[in-house]
């Protein structure tokens, strides 16, 4: 079964930075669109940032120039590096694969990614 581990999240200023990890288990890590989506309380989720095998990446509106996603093969991680975080960031972070991009083109209207993380909160106070 394949696993999604989330650290990094924690409290932060705003104007702050943090460094979301997600490590996967032995799998064909390298084919996946990897990223991430978060949900705040009472809100929709939101697509965060995705990557593909190819490198290419995708962001929000929301985080645009402020959030950047990397992958690191060698070691089944993706990171997630958020810089000048708002408290509109606020939110319970997760992790996704998915061999197929239509998770994060259709995550409003419910789609789910084939494998999720637990999810890391993230609290950013003004």
């Known amino acids: 079964q394949v696993q999604l581990v989330e650290s990094g999240g924690g409290s932060v200023q705003s104007g702050g930075s943090l460094r979301l990890s997600c490590a996967a288990s032995?799998?064909?890590?390298?084919?996946?669109?990897m990223g991430w989506f978060r949900q705040a309380p009472g809100k929709e989720r939101e697509g965060v940032a995705v990557?593909?095998?190819?490198?290419?990446?995708t962001y929000g509106d929301s985080v645009k120039g402020r959030f950047t996603i990397s992958r690191d093969n060698s070691k089944n991680t993706i990171y997630l590096q958020m810089d000048n975080l708002k408290p509109d960031d606020t939110a319970m972070y997760y992790c996704?694969?998915?061999?197929?991009?239509?998770?994060?083109?259709?995550?409003?209207?419910?789609?789910?990614?084939?494998?999720r993380g637990q999810g890391t909160l993230v609290t950013v106070s003004s």
């Open positions: 032995e799998w064909p890590y390298s084919a996946y669109y």
């Open positions: 996704a694969a998915d061999i197929s991009i239509s998770w994060w083109l259709h995550l409003q209207q419910g789609a789910v990614p084939r494998f």
């Open positions: 990557t593909g095998s190819d490198g290419t990446t």
